[in-house]
């Protein structure tokens, strides 16, 4: 299984060239699990309430209630995985090994962990720290992984 970190699920929902190259890739992949986290899910709610709040004009406010609007339609058509109490037990643990790192990442963290995931992430500065979890900044290893399959079965 592998997790959108917030970055990651943002360049796709601004539909530029990183967000396009990471829906292309996934396309190739047959029966891959893909899920973002309810943290994320959490970040990207805040971050539209936040620009509603402060909408003044009558197209701003428009604007706020259409990126919201379209959240909510995203969210449709991936898995969100729980912070559970067996996330939240293992975020206790690694809150108190890395205490440097903020706590939305370390709950991110431990949901990953939890799911025994990879976390796909431009945060290899916070999230790299934490030996334990398994990260992938690219899709390169997945397109290694898929070429070698193809190679072997030609």
Do not use: W
Request: hydrophobic residues 40%.
């Amino acid at each position: 299984m592998y997790i959108f970190d917030t970055d990651h699920l943002s360049l796709i929902q601004r539909n530029g060239i990183e967000g396009k190259q990471i829906l292309s890739r996934l396309e190739v992949l047959d029966g891959l699990q893909v899920a973002v986290t309810i943290i994320t899910y959490e970040e990207q709610v805040r971050g539209r309430l936040s620009l509603l709040s402060k909408a003044k004009t009558l197209d701003e406010q428009v604007f706020a209630y259409q990126g919201l609007q379209q959240l909510a339609t995203d969210y449709r058509s991936i898995e969100i995985l729980p912070f559970n109490r067996t996330a939240a037990l293992e975020h206790q643990r690694l809150r108190k090994a890395y205490p440097r790192l903020g706590n939305m990442d370390l709950k991110i963290a431990a949901i990953a962990n939890t799911n025994n995931a990879i976390l796909l992430t431009c945060n290899e500065s916070d999230f790299g720290q934490i030996v334990e979890l398994r990260t992938e900044p690219t899709f390169s290893r997945l397109f290694k992984t898929k070429n070698n399959i193809d190679e072997q079965r030609n």
